[in-house]
């Protein structure tokens, strides 16, 4: 038995371990940064800490974080947010020598933090990737978008900066046509940038755990629904078969920076066509759908840290149940509204039909629909996250 803490308990994913290594009989410390996180809920939380917004301080989130690893005796901390994974880093020699943190090396963080290297290396390896320029102003960034056609892809070069104390996010948008390219490129002036031949089709993660680039375990899932409607985090997801090609491409590129931990290998998939997205160093929002499924990869990663990894010998944990899904409800609900609001997405992209999005609302009332948050051994987190989103879904009528 060990003392494991969990950052971010509100966050489904994070739900998932906590529920998992509560189940194994681990002690389990849960943390986050919103005080009615719905993860401190859990039956399987054992006690709950509450730190500083990275966002808001880099160095006050990672003391809180380091003083709860030095009160409860934490064998192992799981940063399940990049700005967590920042905050326990910049605690330095505050955090306990016995604490083990659940994240890759630093040079193989690096290589999934910088789209730009992640672009060199799948190519190193020979892993397809959309056609990508790095531009730096506006002029040049019209004078590529023209070579690779419209819609394009903006994406900053790197999805997290830290700036003055603090984490800041950037997030990957979409062009339809010179105005709106202008647009973005005026939201990030001053930083590299990222324009990418835009591919449809459906985003597919290949979710891994590996020990220095050996694939330990493996699943896949399928993107149902995404937030936004352009392409983002799942709203809603399901167990697909393991592709044996995409899994490939997905072991060289961890092979090729001899990743230790958890990852999730993103592509865009139309028939045989398969493009790299990007490499998510940290611990993925559809976890659930793959712990549901079974492929328990909370509990793996903790044995791996805490154990070491499997002999040479043992085959991957590849077997699992195929069709499973499971909803993450905020992002159902927020995938509705963009559907059945005025504004569409940029020139080019399919927008969903309104029936679609109103068969998801109905869908949300209805009973035995899989939920992140929602499990009838642990319900209080479901009925905690059902408060929180409609406390935000006022405040947006509110406003």
Known sequence: MA???????GRGSALAVIRSLGRAGHVVIAADEDRRSSGFRSRHATASVVYEPPARSIV????????????YGVDLAVPVTDEAAVALASAGDALPASTVVAVANE???SVAGDKRATIDLARCVGVPVPDTVVVEGTEDAMAAAADLGWPVVVKPARSRVASAGSVQSRTVDYAGSPAELATRMAAVAGEPVLLQRFHGGTGVGVNLLAHEGRVLAAFQHERVREVPITGGPS???????????????????????AWTGLAMVEFKVHGEDARLMEINGRIWGSLPVAVRAGVDFPLLLARLHLEGPPSPGE?????????????????????????????GPPAGLRRPRRREAAAVVADLFRPGTA??????SDPMPGFSEVAAVARRLVRRAGR
């Open 371 to 376: 939920d992140d948050h929602f499990e009838l």
């Open 60 to 71: 006050t989130a990672g003391r809180a974080l380091a003083d709860a690893c030095v009160r």
């Open 235 to 257: 709203a809603m997801r399901r167990s697909v078969p393991l592709d044996d090609r995409l899994l490939a491409h997905a072991r060289a590129l961890l092979e090729a920076v």
């Open 107 to 109: 040079a193989a963080l």
């Open 3 to 9: 003392v494991v803490l969990v950052t971010d308990a």
């Open 315 to 343: 085959p991957p944990v590849i077997e699992y149940e195929v069709g499973v899904r499971s909803r993450n409800l905020w992002l159902e609900t927020r995938w509705a509204w963009s559907v059945l609001r005025p504004a």
